[in-house]
């Protein structure tokens, strides 16, 4: 069994969204207590829609946001109250890279400056090696070294998320947190950074924090995935189990809705009713019971425990609770 | 078959000024929408599929494009030679449009109803009680529960869900012949772009109307249309069937699109890409569009640019490409040019 | 532009995309020619201000007399051949005072506008960046500063410090901190949310990288057309305290106190108020239309 890089432990997060007249205040639950861990090497993907808490959960793993509960262990160390000045060197182990390649990097800096910029914070390089080490890594994501003397704006979208791979690989991290790094490209260059970040793994023996709503791509790039609904995980399993024998009604719904590129396929289709609820005001018991198909009593009331049904395959879902189905043996899927 | 064209785009071109020059957005489109049929029209950012929608609308008109060239013919008179105010007339009417972002084509300080029974009025001609009814009832055909309460809400206290209903609603308020929906689903999260999907595959059948399915998703492509026209750098370069887009696309940039996309359950180690980038309009290869992108690219494709003509003698199915112009006649080329 | 970006936005997968023609590159600098040179006013007003720079630098040669020797035999004389704008009280040429003049109009407000651009930069940084107790303290400090009409706050300084050309220099630079404060702080708020900063922190860079190397470069468009707006203020103000006596002594050259020597003598000979009016008048126009100008050219966002 490899040992996790990255170890999450009931995780929260909210955020004040407005303070009221009389000075009560309303809190977004955008993370609400959520526990996983990722191995050395592999790409555990968060997917879920917009509001499910994934990107914050991807900030609280980078620590860009500090948790108001729970734990998170990277590499044997618990950082979850490291200050600045402690959660530098980590930093050099973990980087991100944005979903929105525009906004990302800094339009007044040329390219050789955004691509060394961790070079400049972390090692004691000179400029000169800098820039050689910059106009290399350039390489390596596909550019070339030319470009190094250019600024942002020049480049495509696809040439910028380019960039910010070779960014964050500068400092030879073990983890990189992508979030939603593909979803603002077009579908031609959206493959060719999907290879690109494969190929970087194959290379640099990298670990991956993929956050996604994109259920085609994850299915892609990950080897375990977990599947997020209103600031908390629904189901956690790898690759395969999780996209043939998805269990929560959740991720079954989600995974029916994906459209198929392929007109001979006509599949049957689970069409949720309603909207995503706010997480201002998430539903009482199971956050999914408004809009879940297989929705029974105990669902509104209680909030079912998020336990291991297979190995390594966990649900929250009260139809995969012994206790509660054991006795008559229902099982909907 | 004239009689069965709903809407026939006959050599469209639309001209954008830019610093002193102008570039072409859209250059020479042909195609044509059947009554009751879902054309999709396919293409990644700046290939003009936008624009294309927003000139058989009229809709340039604050903007720096112009329509220079082409027709656009709705049940066979030209819409680029009606008088604007005749346009108005038919848009709402006969065609109407669904955006990508509902909020920002609803008026935020509008209740839902006035903007719902604005068009009704000035299209149908009903007077305001009877507007409003009508309203309530559209809303409630897209599936908006809570109709009667809802045409007095303001579009930001409804989810982006619901507000796609609202702007389809609106749409269909008038019983419109032709729809353009500009990608209609991609702000939204997967469930409820099903749920919508969905209610725009229904409406389509119980109204009988034809409709201009934008997108650059390729499942909505499969999922929703019957005909398919792809187009890449202001240019159509295939047109087919849904089924035979898939199953034996012509065109190599069809191909490599269809490719590229991670489909699930595929179980593939690494994806197809199409190398390089999108190119430039201001600065357009010679030859074809595609050709510096192309893993086929013969010495020909840089310097001359194919027609859209029709494979194997079909009139149904087109492509824009030397390759399948060649091997239709045994290796012989169909236009000369002088190749330098 | 942005029309052009409006009508291609709904072909985007997920919502953002290039126009149709993606941005070539261009060098910024020539962008910001091109743009400001649209501006037919502004480009007069600038030519304007280089001339008055120009002049400034080289007014001992330019000065047809001697500005401080008096000639007793043309008292109050009116413009002619000899004197173009006429002498003043004691016979001096008024063309000539009114060309050193510029230096020291020039010298007091550039100086003045660029202290309080660089303190008031320095603390709208800070206070929007750290936000909390720091931002609390300089922005209700802000508040206070503005509260007082500029030019009375200014006399208020002079008269705890006595009056003095450097004096009134500290004066007008104390009432220029707040407008520049509170604009960067402003200016600072937005960037700071932006992902380029975001990304900036995840890799580790410590505050005061961000704040100068990240935060900074976004707020210079801001700050140079603050302070080519204030500019014009600063002289304003500046001549208003010498106009009452609080600034450059009355023998100085100085167009603010010029005008009010010549206050006595308005009935009787109108020019020698009339030609440093004038001066301080254009001048401070100048300086507002060139600050128009810059900030259509550099950021339209500005514009409310």
């Not at chain 3, 997920?14 to 600098?29: C, S």
Request: glycine share 8%; charged share 25%.
């Amino acid at each position: 069994m490899n040992t996790p890089l990255i170890e999450v432990k009931g995780l929260h997060k909210s955020f004040v969204v407005k303070k009221g007249f009389l000075g009560e205040s309303k809190y977004v639950r955008a993370v609400d207590g959520i526990s996983f861990a990722i191995r050395k090497g592999e790409t555990f993907s968060l997917v879920g829609e917009s509001g499910c808490g994934k990107s914050t959960t991807g900030r609280l793993v980078t620590r860009l946001l500090k948790p108001n509960e729970g734990e998170v262990w990277f590499n044997g160390q618990n950082i979850s109250a490291y200050n600045d000045n402690q959660m530098r060197p980590v930093r050099k182990e973990m980087q991100m890279v944005f979903q929105d390649p525009y906004a990302s990097l800094n339009p007044r800096m040329k390219v050789k400056d955004i691509v060394s910029e961790p070079l400049l914070i972390h090692t004691k390089m000179s400029s000169r090696e800098r820039d050689k080490f910059a106009t290399e890594l350039l390489e390596v994501v596909g550019l070339s070294s030319y470009h190094a003397e250019r600024h942002a704006h020049e480049f495509s979208g696809g040439q910028r998320q380019r960039i910010g791979i070779a960014r964050a690989l500068s400092v030879r991290p073990s983890l990189i947190v992508a979030d939603e790094p593909v979803s603002a490209l077009d579908v031609s260059i959206q493959s060719q950074v999907l290879n690109l970040l494969q190929d970087l793994q194959e290379e640099y023996g990298l670990t991956y924090l993929f956050i996604s709503h994109d259920l085609s791509v994850v299915e892609h790039i990950s080897d375990r995935i977990g599947v997020m609904y209103l600031g908390a995980l629904v189901e956690t399993a790898g690759k395969d189990a999780l996209y043939d024998r998805p269990l929560h009604p959740y991720t079954q719904a989600l995974l029916s809705s994906v459209p198929v590129a392929d007109p001979s396929q006509k599949k049957e289709r689970i069409i949720l009713k309603g909207d995503i609820p706010s997480p201002v005001n998430p539903p009482s018991g199971c956050r999914f019971h408004t809009r879940c198909p297989s929705c029974m009593d105990i669902c509104k009331q209680i909030q079912p425990v998020f336990q291991e049904v297979e190995p390594d395959h966990r649900v929250a879902c009260h139809l995969y609770d012994e206790t509660i189905m054991g006795k008559d043996g229902v099982h909907i899927n | 078959m004239t009689a069965n064209k709903l809407l026939e785009v006959d050599g469209l071109k639309t001209e954008f000024k830019r610093d002193g020059g102008s570039i072409t957005a859209v250059d020479g489109v042909n195609f044509h929408i059947n009554k009751g049929e879902v054309l999709g029209l396919v293409g990644e950012s700046g290939c003009g599929k936008s624009v294309t929608s927003l000139s058989i609308m009229r809709l340039l008109k604050d903007t720096p494009g112009k329509i220079s060239g082409g027709a656009v013919r709705f049940e066979g008179s030209d819409l680029t030679k009606l008088k604007e105010s005749d346009m108005r007339r038919i848009r709402g009417k006969d065609m109407a449009m669904i955006f990508q972002e509902p909020m920002t084509s609803l008026n935020p300080v509008l209740r839902i109803g006035k903007q719902l029974e604005e068009p009704i009025r000035l299209h149908l001609g009903y007077n305001r009680k009877k507007a409003r009814e009508h309203a309530i009832q559209t809303l409630k055909l897209v599936g908006i529960p809570r109709a009667e309460e809802l045409v007095d809400d303001y579009p930001h206290q409804l989810s982006g869900g619901m507000r796609q209903r609202v702007m389809i609603a609106m749409a269909m308020s008038c019983h419109p012949k032709l729809i353009i929906a500009d990608e209609p689903t991609t702000a939204l999260d997967v469930t409820i772009q099903a749920q919508i999907l969905d209610l725009m595959r229904r409406l389509k059948e119980e109204k009988d109307m034809g409709m201009l399915l934008i997108t650059h998703d390729l499942g909505v492509v499969a999922e929703m249309c019957d005909r398919v026209v792809v187009m890449y750098a202001g240019r159509v370069v295939e047109e087919a069937s849904v089924k035979d887009l898939f199953e034996q696309p012509q065109h190599p940039y069809t191909k490599g699109l269809i490719r590229s996309v991670p489909k699930l359950r595929q179980n593939v180690r690494r994806l197809e890409s199409i190398s390089g980038n999108v190119p430039d309009l201001s600065r357009m290869p010679a030859g074809c569009k595609f050709a510096p992108r192309c893993p086929f690219v013969m010495e020909k494709c840089l310097s001359a640019e194919p027609d859209l003509v029709a494979v194997e003698g079909r009139t149904d199915r087109k492509s824009r490409c030397w390759l399948t112009q060649i091997d239709e006649r045994g290796g012989e080329t169909v236009h000369e040019y002088s190749a330098d | 532009m942005n029309d052009h970006s409006t009508v291609m936005g709904s072909g985007a997968p997920g919502g953002r995309e290039q126009a149709v023609v993606p941005d070539k590159p261009k060098n910024p600098f020539g962008q910001f020619l091109r743009k400001f040179s649209k501006q037919k006013l502004s480009l007069i007003a600038g030519i304007f201000i280089v001339m008055l720079f120009l002049v400034a630098i080289f007014a001992p040669f330019l000065t047809p007399y001697n500005p401080d020797t008096p000639n007793y035999d043309k008292m109050m004389a009116g413009p002619s051949a000899d004197h173009w704008a006429g002498t003043d009280e004691y016979g001096r040429d008024i063309l000539s005072r009114l060309i050193v003049g510029a230096r020291l109009s020039l010298a007091v407000s550039l100086s003045s506008v660029f202290i309080a651009a660089v303190i008031g930069t320095i603390l709208g940084l800070l206070s929007g960046f750290y936000g909390k107790w720091l931002d609390r303290l300089i922005m209700r400090g802000s508040d206070v500063l503005f509260s007082f009409p500029d030019i009375l706050l200014a006399i208020g300084i002079v008269a705890i410090l006595g009056p003095g050309l450097l004096n009134v220099v500290i004066a007008v630079a104390v009432f220029g901190i707040p407008s520049f404060a509170r604009m960067i702080r402003s200016v600072t708020l937005s960037v700071k949310e932006t992902l380029f900063v975001e990304a900036a922190r995840s890799i580790g860079a410590k505050d005061s990288r961000i704040i100068w190397r990240h935060i900074f470069p976004e707020t210079v468009p801001s700050v140079i057309v603050n302070l080519t707006m204030k500019i014009g203020t600063a002289i304003l103000a500046a001549s208003s305290l010498s106009f009452l006596g609080m600034g450059a002594k009355p023998t100085e050259p100085d167009w603010g106190a010029m005008l009010s020597m010549g206050r006595d003598y308005l009935s009787i000979a109108p020019h020698v108020v009339y030609f440093p009016g004038v001066a301080i008048f254009l001048t401070v126009l100048a300086f507002n239309l060139l600050g128009d100008g810059l900030r259509d050219a550099l950021d339209p966002k500005m514009k409310n």
